[in-house]
C-alpha cells in the first residue's frame, strides 16, 4: 500500500503563484509514475503534470510553461511548482502514483483545493 498527502493549496489572485507538495509513504518502492491531477467543478478530472522514476516529465497543454512537477526522492515527496496562475487553474488538485506495469494510478490523494480569483 501507498499513502499520499498532500498540501499546499488555497486562495491566490490571477498571476500568482503557489506550490503543491505530496508526500509519500510505505510501499513506495513500487511506485513508477507520479502524478498531479485536477478536477475543476463540472468537469472531469484531467492529468496535469506527471513525472517518471527516470526524471521525465509530462505536462499538459494548458499547464506547459507555467507548471514544474519535481521531486524530492530523500523525502519521497513530489511538487507542482504553479507559476501564472489563472481563474481556470480553479480546481481540486490530486497526487497520484503508478506502481510499475499499471496504466492508470493506483493510489491517490485526499486533494487539495486551488482556487484562482480574477
Known amino acids: 500500500q501507498v499513502q499520499l498527502v498532500e498540501s499546499g493549496g488555497g486562495l491566490v489572485q490571477a498571476g500568482g503563484s503557489l506550490r503543491l507538495s505530496c508526500a509519500a509513504s510505505?510501499?513506495?518502492?513500487?511506485?513508477?509514475?507520479m502524478g498531479w491531477y485536477r478536477q475543476a467543478p463540472g468537469k472531469q478530472r484531467e492529468l496535469a503534470a506527471q513525472?517518471?522514476?527516470?526524471?521525465?516529465?509530462t505536462y499538459a497543454d494548458s499547464v506547459k510553461g507555467r507548471f514544474t512537477i519535481s521531486r524530492d526522492n530523500a523525502k519521497n515527496t513530489v511538487y507542482l511548482q504553479m507559476n501564472s496562475l489563472k481563474p481556470e487553474d480553479t480546481a481540486v488538485y490530486y497526487c497520484?502514483?503508478?506502481?510499475?506495469?499499471?496504466?492508470?494510478?493506483?493510489?491517490w490523494g485526499q486533494g487539495t483545493q486551488v482556487t484562482v480569483s480574477s
Open positions: 513525472i517518471i522514476s527516470s526524471g521525465n516529465t
Open positions: 510505505g510501499s513506495i518502492f513500487r511506485i513508477n509514475v
Open positions: 497520484a502514483a503508478r506502481i510499475l506495469g499499471a496504466i492508470k494510478p493506483d493510489y
